[in-house]
């Protein structure tokens, strides 16, 4: 059964720290995603990464940087956290073109006071 | 940039009513992917649609891409409690990366 593993489901951070989100799949996926989801905005791509050590900014990058040293494994981080930061973070790795289809995670709730 | 605008952005339904969202774009799609998520819960991948015209089903759902691939249309029939949730449609043109409309959030009343 296939599965994209978020290691956090809630977290609270304060303004100004470092968060690390992190993300792994075991599917051999070479594509994986991060994603923020806002009410009434709906999903929005921050970075993406089509291999290992390569990345591409998403729609809305600022603020964020990401890693990927491992296949399986894409982080999310955010360097100095803000209010305007708290949201739902969605991982999602890509099972081809073939079906086009992208498996996510549970997510995880990030509250920045 | 890619964007897809997906209509209405909320639909209230009785048990046993029909529902449809719609997804349009600017521009030509080379395919359109269609999502659910549950409340509390992440998006599932419910199906894609590649061809000019193509229509496809999934027990109540239907789903249709335009003739000139600018739109899409998820329809539900006689909808069910267990419907509940936002419907996204994702414009995956770009290659491997996935763009998302906003969604429509269903609500069904028992």
């Known amino acids: 059964d296939v599965k994209v593993t978020q290691s956090s489901r809630y977290l609270v951070k304060r303004t100004g720290e470092k968060v690390f989100l992190e993300c792994v799949q075991d599917m051999d996926h070479e594509n994986m995603f991060w994603y923020r989801q806002d009410p009434g905005l709906g999903l929005r791509l921050i970075y993406f990464s089509y291999d290992v050590k390569m990345k591409e900014k998403g729609d809305i990058p600022e603020g964020y940087s990401v890693s990927r040293e491992k296949k399986e494994r894409f982080s999310l981080i955010l360097e100095s956290a803000s209010t305007n930061q708290t949201s739902m973070y969605l991982c999602a790795s890509w099972a081809g073109a073939n079906t086009g289809e992208l498996f996510f995670g549970e997510g995880s709730r990030l509250t920045v006071l | 940039g890619q964007q897809v605008m997906q209509i209405p952005q909320y639909q209230h339904v009785q048990e046993g009513e029909d529902f449809t969202t719609y997804c349009n774009s600017s521009t030509t799609l080379s395919n359109i992917q269609w999502y659910k998520q549950r409340p509390g819960g992440h998006p599932v991948f419910l199906i894609q649609l590649v061809k000019s015209g193509e229509v496809k089903k999934q027990k109540r759902l239907t789903f249709q891409f335009g003739e000139a691939k600018k739109n899409s249309s998820l329809h539900i029939t006689a909808t069910q409690t267990t419907d509940v949730g936002t419907y996204f449609c994702?414009?995956?043109?770009?290659?491997?990366?996935?763009?998302f409309g906003a969604g429509t959030r269903l609500f069904v009343k028992a």
């Open positions: 994702a414009d995956n043109t770009g290659g491997f990366k996935t763009i």
